[in-house]
């Protein structure tokens, strides 16, 4: 059973960066797409960035400018460098990868959190 294991997720004032990781805990093969999603509390879970296996990146509007997603294939690894945090950014953030078949994996999210 793979699984996908996020970090980097915690306590960040406003205008602060968080850096979250999520790798995969075995091989995954012909992944198409890596994204990150996020929940806030009582909402529906949204996208908030995706790579495709070309580099292709698309983000939500809320992010643009403040966040980058990269990925690292030979790692199996996605990464969300998130600067200028927001309280609205406040959320559960989960990784997803979505392979050709087409498979989907989902991480088991980790917190956000930004407070002064």
């Known amino acids: 059973q793979v699984q996908l294991v996020e970090s980097g997720g915690g306590l960040v004032q406003p205008g602060g960066s968080l850096r979250l990781s999520c790798a995969a805990s075995?091989?995954?093969?012909?992944?198409?797409?890596m994204n990150w999603y996020r929940q806030h509390p009582g909402k529906q879970r949204e996208l908030v960035a995706a790579i495709a296996d070309d580099n292709t990146t698309n983000y939500a509007d809320s992010v643009k400018g403040r966040f980058t997603i990269t990925r690292d294939n030979a790692k199996n690894t996605v990464y969300l460098q998130m600067n200028s945090l927001k309280p609205e950014d406040t959320a559960v953030y989960y990784c997803?990868?979505?392979?050709?078949?087409?498979?989907?994996?989902w991480g088991q999210g980790t917190q956000v959190t930004v407070s002064s």
């Open positions: 075995r091989r995954i093969f012909s992944i198409y797409t």
């Open positions: 997803n990868f979505v392979t050709y078949e087409p498979i989907n994996y």
